[in-house]
């Protein structure tokens, strides 16, 4: 794919991914029979080879800015489980952010928890426009294609956006082993945060520690709202999800709430 991106500074006419970078999603259980499909857009910390890690050190794109820790492994677990369809994005947050809105401020971050990202710095519109066309349009254009075909084929859909949360934020450390955004549909959300309330071992975020709005988010208001689906955002905070026997405690807990939900929320 052709534009101009940054490199060093410099403007090139090199196509952003190269042959060796990997593809922009992965898709799990392309067949899966579960009702639940799971996005997980935030799964990856790749940056193309042309873009020199956007000159950051690797320490950065391993911290939370750069990715959601722990929700790939998590959502692997959890599409295994269920037998459900699942799609990780493979490149870092900072690269482009596959849950803004193409005109959000913070679709490309220049800044990002006190850290500057260099190769964000100054970009043109053709950089930006490259950025949007090589991963935030193909990505999403596989989700699309997705529900559309379990639309046409009248397969129910119960959609799940999964993220992760840093412990701390500026100062501040957040109680919540868990939160459960949604914007205007509720359906999923109340019940799910119920459920996991009643768990008895949890400290539960109602729309904490964000929200969803539609400037700030895009996943909700597109792929759930848009088209009527049943549908929530959960986030895990990501000192409990780090390793492997975490990513499989909480896919685990998951699957077992989801089997519980699954009959009720099919009838919302």
């Known amino acids: 794919m052709g534009g101009r991106v940054a490199d060093s500074g410099l403007q090139t006419s090199l196509p952003l991914l190269g042959v060796d970078d990997p593809a922009v999603f992965t898709v799990h259980n392309p067949h899966g029979t579960s009702p639940f499909v799971l996005l997980a857009d935030h799964a990856g910390q790749r940056v193309p080879a042309a873009l020199n890690e956007l000159g950051l050190a690797q320490t950065e794109l391993d911290r939370h800015i750069g990715w959601d820790i722990g929700i790939a492994g998590t959502t692997r677990a959890l599409a295994q489980r269920l037998d459900a369809w699942a799609i990780e994005q493979t490149y870092s947050r900072l690269l482009i952010d596959c849950n803004r809105p193409l005109v959000s401020p913070t679709l490309i971050p220049e800044v990002s928890d006190g850290t500057a990202i260099p190769g964000n710095i100054g970009l043109s519109d053709a950089q930006r426009e490259q950025r949007i066309a090589a ?67 949890l400290v539960v975020g109602d729309n904490q520690p964000y929200s969803v709005n539609t400037h700030s988010d895009y996943a909700v208001p597109v792929h759930g709202e848009a088209r009527g689906l049943v549908h929530v955002e959960l986030e895990i905070r990501q000192d409990l999800i780090a390793d492997a026997a975490g990513q499989q405690a909480w896919a685990e807990r998951l699957e077992r709430l989801f089997r519980t939900l699954q009959t009720s929320l099919l009838q919302r």
């Open 135 to 201: 991963i935030h349009a193909p990505y999403h254009a596989h989700i699309n294609a997705e529900l559309d075909r379990r639309r046409d084929a009248s397969i129910p859909t119960l959609l799940v956006m999964m993220h992760s949360f840093t412990p701390a934020m500026n100062g501040f450390q957040r109680p919540w082993h868990a939160g459960v955004l949604y914007h205007q549909d509720t359906r999923f959300a109340h019940a799910l945060l119920q459920a996991l309330r009643d768990e008895g071992d």
